[in-house]
């Protein structure tokens, strides 16, 4: 906000009060301008939507989930730090922000970090490049980097650029699963992972 002019209050006298020179006043921001600073455009604007299939990293700790939590940056610079879901292989933040400062062909860089009491141990990243976002924005889940051996992991991402104003439509909420019966099996069937109570 502008600083503002303070101006003693006129006191009612016999003479009129001496005229001041206005031009040496300094002059009062205009809302326009007031409004600029305080609301800067976004380049483009995130949302972390959430993960799954993610890992517990402290063996010591017993079974359950991991507490996980992710880190957004563009190079060296920090851009967003979610809050911590607690005990969930399916974290959702469902967190914005905006990014108001961006050169052209840099990547972004999501790390996703398990939560203990001596520090956090890494779970995995996502490095998103501009292709995959710049152009139209995204919205979509993109597979997660050095997660471990034989695990599959995911990372949901909205993103729109300046001068959208909805993000992306994403993949459609249904799907339809064909399952062909093997020669000899008498029955078979889906196995579903419903430790995680959460989400």
Same mark, same amino acid.
């Given at each position: =906000?502008?600083?503002?002019?303070?101006?003693p209050a $006129?006191?009612?006298? @016999?003479?009129?009060?001496?005229? !001041?020179?206005?031009a040496?006043?300094?002059?009062?921001?205009?809302?326009?301008e007031e &409004?600029?600073?305080? @609301?800067?455009?976004?380049?483009? !604007?995130?949302?972390?939507? #959430?993960?799954?299939?993610? +890992?517990? !990293?402290?063996?010591?700790?017993?079974?359950?989930?991991?507490?996980?939590y992710?880190?957004?940056? +563009?190079?060296? !610079?920090?851009?967003?730090?979610?809050?911590t879901? %607690?005990?969930?292989?399916?974290?959702?933040? &469902?967190?914005e922000?905006?990014?108001? /400062?961006?050169?052209?062909?840099?990547?972004? /860089?999501?790390k996703?970090w @398990?939560?203990?009491m001596v520090?956090a141990?890494?779970l995995?990243?996502?490095l998103?490049?501009p292709?995959?976002? $710049?152009?139209? #924005?995204?919205n979509m889940? *993109?597979?997660?980097?050095e997660?471990?051996q034989?695990?599959?992991?995911?990372?949901?991402?909205?993103?729109?650029? $300046?001068? =959208?104003? =909805?993000?992306?439509? #994403?993949?459609?909420?249904? *799907?339809?699963?064909t399952?062909?019966?093997?020669?000899?099996? $008498?029955?078979?069937g889906? @196995?579903? %992972? +419903? =430790? %995680?109570l959460?989400?």
């Open positions: =906000q502008g600083a503002r002019v303070s101006r $006129m006191c009612v006298q @016999d003479k009129p009060p001496a005229q !001041t020179d206005l040496s006043e300094p002059e009062l921001p205009r809302k326009e &409004a600029s600073k305080e @609301d800067p455009k976004a380049i483009f !604007t995130v949302t972390i939507v #959430g993960a799954r299939v993610i +890992r517990k !990293t402290d063996a010591l700790s017993g079974p359950g989930k991991p507490k996980c992710c880190e957004v940056k +563009r190079g060296d !610079t920090l851009l967003h730090k979610t809050k879901v %607690d005990n969930s292989a399916e974290p959702r933040w &469902a967190e922000f905006g990014v108001l /400062e961006y050169e052209i062909g840099e990547s972004l /860089e999501f996703l @398990d939560s203990d520090g141990n890494y995995g990243k996502v998103l490049t292709e995959a976002f $710049m152009e139209r #924005g995204c889940e *993109f597979p997660i980097e997660v471990g034989s695990i599959k992991a995911y990372l949901c991402l909205k993103i729109k650029v $300046m001068g =959208q104003h =909805q993000y992306p439509a #994403g993949p459609p909420p249904s *799907f339809e699963v399952v062909e019966k093997g020669g000899g099996a $008498m029955q078979y889906l @196995d579903v %992972d +419903r =430790q %995680d959460k989400h």
